[in-house]
């Protein structure tokens, strides 16, 4: 088995890659992923310091309104693809993900690769708070994500959990998964707020949809032209900031989030946390279909996304290059 990683490291490396600052006169914090040269995609110490800060924010006395958005011209392209790779083939060596778990204890064995519990262990985590996938479903403050370019995989996750969405005319929403796993771990949520139809859409084709689209299905606050985007979500968090006392806020939050478990907000995640962990049993039915299995990777992982984004209609690619291509 592989070494695993120490997640105390990759958590000190991520704090380069987010910037979190307080506006304490007004009660406003932002955070702002910082990686623009690999589009904001996020890596696991990223995720988990996210978490940490998001954590740290709901207890905050000097925070009302977290405000979180991306450098550069994308709010995030979803998780670090290279650094995941290796746990969704089938063959190789076993390797330990202990550190997606915050765990460095060398006495400490990960379940084989092979087994149910290599993949389910993990997938089931990521339903938890501390993964950094689902933070914002606990916090009881205010939430505000600001969008842009792209929005897709965790931080699709993270735009449909906040409180509030605005959003950037040229941003595309979706889940690569969709094309190359075939489900998402919060499935049950997206389905809730964007609507069956037009969520059955999404997973089906596995295209992104435009911000123009998710807002009439409700799904986004507000959309502006990029140049106003800034400016947009100031007003927002202002109008926020300046509304109740933060302990109404907190009830407010309560009751939202009841009523989110009665509709099984949690229960959805455990449950396509469960289908995922069976990505090893799905069978291609054709040659060159789309998937994360070992021929897969044999081509890498970057020729393969790029070679069956360009086998969709132009205005179905998630690639913005590959949307101006015949």
């Not at 990029?226 to 007003?235: H, N």
């Not at 989030?257 to 049993?281: A, D």
């Not at 890498?300 to 070679?307: E, R, W």
């Amino acid at each position: 088995m592989t070494k695993s990683l120490n997640i105390d490291e990759l958590k000190e490396e991520a704090k380069q890659y987010i910037r979190y600052e307080k506006d304490t006169d007004n009660k406003i914090a932002y955070l702002t992923f910082d990686r623009p040269k690999a589009l904001n995609a996020t890596t696991t110490g990223m995720r988990q310091y996210y978490a940490d800060l998001v954590f740290k924010a709901n207890v905050d006395d000097d925070v009302k309104v977290l405000v979180i958005r991306g450098e550069g011209e994308h709010f995030g392209s979803g998780g670090d693809l290279q650094e995941q790779a290796g746990m969704y083939g089938e063959e190789g060596e076993d390797m330990s993900l202990l550190h997606e778990f915050g765990i460095n204890d060398p006495d400490v064995k990960y379940p084989p690769r092979g087994s149910y519990r290599f993949l389910h262990s993990m997938t089931d985590h990521y339903a938890k708070a501390p993964a950094g996938n689902r933070p914002l479903q606990e916090f009881k403050k205010i939430s505000i994500i600001e969008t842009k370019g792209y929005c897709y995989g965790w931080h699709f996750y993270q735009a449909a959990d906040a409180d509030l969405l605005i959003s950037s005319e040229d941003t595309l929403f979706g889940h690569p998964s969709f094309r190359y796993a075939g489900w998402g771990p919060r499935m049950w949520t997206w389905i809730e707020q964007i609507g069956l139809r037009k969520f059955s859409e999404m997973l089906f084709t596995g295209r992104p949809f435009t911000a123009a689209e998710m807002y009439e299905t409700n799904f986004i606050n507000s959309v502006v032209p990029l140049e106003k985007l800034q400016d947009e979500t100031k007003k927002y968090a202002m109008a926020c900031s300046i509304s109740r006392p933060m302990d109404v806020v907190q009830v407010q939050k309560t009751f939202i989030e009841l009523y989110k478990q009665y509709r099984g907000e949690y229960m959805g995640s455990l449950l396509t946390g469960f289908v995922e962990g069976m990505l090893p049993m799905m069978m291609n039915d054709r040659k060159n279909q789309a998937g994360v299995d070992a021929d897969t990777f044999d081509k890498g992982l970057n020729n393969v996304v790029k070679d069956i984004d360009m086998s969709y209609p132009p205005e179905w690619r998630m690639g913005m290059s590959n949307r101006k291509k015949p």
